[in-house]
């Protein structure tokens, strides 16, 4: 199944412009809609940054000019009519994704897919908001989008086949590799994922080691691109916190988010986007 000629992306922030960069890259005409247009001007300038970058390197044989004039923005959710496919990428709050994604499935055709790029909210539990829940799954990107080569597919139980289908076709044509789960809290990568960078969290808590020689030991010892707590800086701690927060709510205390955790969010330090968290990124 081909990527559909329009994408819509819902959310223009890093991660719904890595999404709209992905799929302008692949052909794509992309439009973004954004709550408010200094919103959607940012949005778009993310976009065109990471445009910019792909044409430098040479990961793309198309000019700069070529590939933003499939990009566009608006702060209507009506800009998603005749999108073939609409990704929604909101903060992970489920009753704004709910709502969200029900207006977006109000603006679609019947036949079009929608998805939800949420990294541990229930599909099935967003779907029973939906119309058309057959033509619904998750599409779990990961940040940074243009360098990771992983999207989670995660099939509720009333996803169809030819979703499931579409969906594995689309990610393979992003140049990326699918991981296809079923349902489940936190899926397999932000379960498995959370529960490494909670440990390591509770060992800086305990001054077992450092920060830096944590995720020194998990690089070099089990070969992981990027340590635990980096990647926990450069995801945003508060977003941890809040997949941790829910994942202890379905899976138990195993779950619990540390006293550091919860601290350094209290006092703002929320990671790279914030300029400290656990390292420091000034």
Known sequence: MPIPTRVGVLGGGRMGAGIAHAFCLAGAAVVIVERDEPAAAAGRDRVESALAKSVERATTGETLGSLVSRVSVATDYAAFEGCGLVVEAVPEDFALKASALKRVEAELQAGAWLATNTSS????????????????????????????????????????????????????????????????????????????????????????????????????????????????????????????????????????????LREKVARGELGRKAGKGFFDWS
């Open 121 to 260: 909210l229930s599909v099935d539990a967003l779907a029973a908001h939906l119309a058309r829940p057959a033509e619904f799954c998750g599409l779990h990107f990961f940040n940074p989008v243009p360098a990771s080569t992983l999207i989670e597919v995660v099939l509720g139980a009333t996803t169809s086949s030819r979703t499931a289908d579409a969906a594995r076709e689309w990610v393979t044509a992003l140049g990326k590799t699918p991981v296809v789960v079923n349902d489940a809290p936190g899926f397999a990568s932000s379960r498995l994922g959370v529960a490494i960078a909670l440990e390591a969290m509770r060992m800086v808590e305990e001054g077992v080691a450092s920060a830096a020689d944590i995720d020194t030991a998990m690089v070099l010892g089990y070969k992981h691109p990027v340590g635990p707590l980096r990647t926990t800086d450069i995801v945003g701690l508060d977003v941890r916190l809040g997949i941790a927060e829910y994942l202890e709510s379905a899976l138990g205390a195993r779950f619990a988010p540390p006293a550091i």
